[in-house]
């Protein structure tokens, strides 16, 4: 390399994933599972952090994931993502998770969450990796809020000083 930082698009690193809710994938109440929608949103997560990476990644947290709105059986979902932001060796990724009952003509945005993965090499090694070029509005709105819930991880997994969270303590105090 001459020197120069490599920035991708986000663009470049999304995907879209569907699935179509089946007996298999449901409750007794025909919703879908939470930990069956868990597996695919890590499994599209994973393959954005992939994509914008160019190497094997590892999940290392995922942010809080509410099920405030059942995906009923019959349902197709659609589980989109893209990485948001890079740290060194680690990225976030977005995910939104919409739900369409077809006969119905009826879509509804059901979850999103915010994944974070690492880049690792063959003995699982952290990697640096490319940072990230927010264009939309909505991507540059997602980056700048990265650093907060970066820290916020952080600071809840006791490996940051609440102290040391200059971009939470901002939100607080004047």
Not at 43 to 62: G, M, P
Not at 110 to 138: R, Y
Not at 141 to 146: D, N, S, T
Request: charged content about 25%.
């Amino acid at each position: 390399m001459d020197g120069k930082k490599i920035r991708k698009p986000c663009q470049e690193s999304k995907v879209t994933m569907t699935e179509l809710i089946l007996p298999n994938d449901t409750n007794n109440l025909n919703n879908l599972f939470g930990g069956r929608l868990m597996h695919w949103m890590d499994i599209a997560a994973a393959v954005s952090a992939q994509r914008h990476s160019n190497n094997v990644v590892v999940t290392a947290s995922v942010d809080n994931i509410s099920f405030s709105q059942p995906i009923n059986i019959g349902n197709v979902i659609t589980i989109e993502a893209f990485v948001v932001r890079v740290f060194t060796t680690s990225m976030e990724v977005f995910i939104k998770v919409i739900a369409e009952d077809i006969p119905n003509a009826k879509k509804i945005q059901t979850h999103t969450a915010f994944f974070t993965f690492v880049a690792v090499d063959k003995e699982g090694k952290p990697l640096k990796i490319p940072e990230v070029a927010p264009e939309s509005l909505f991507e540059k709105e997602l980056y700048k809020g990265a650093l907060r819930r970066r820290q916020l991880r952080l600071v809840v997994a006791k490996r940051m000083e609440p102290k040391d969270a200059h971009e939470l303590k901002s939100l607080f105090i004047n």
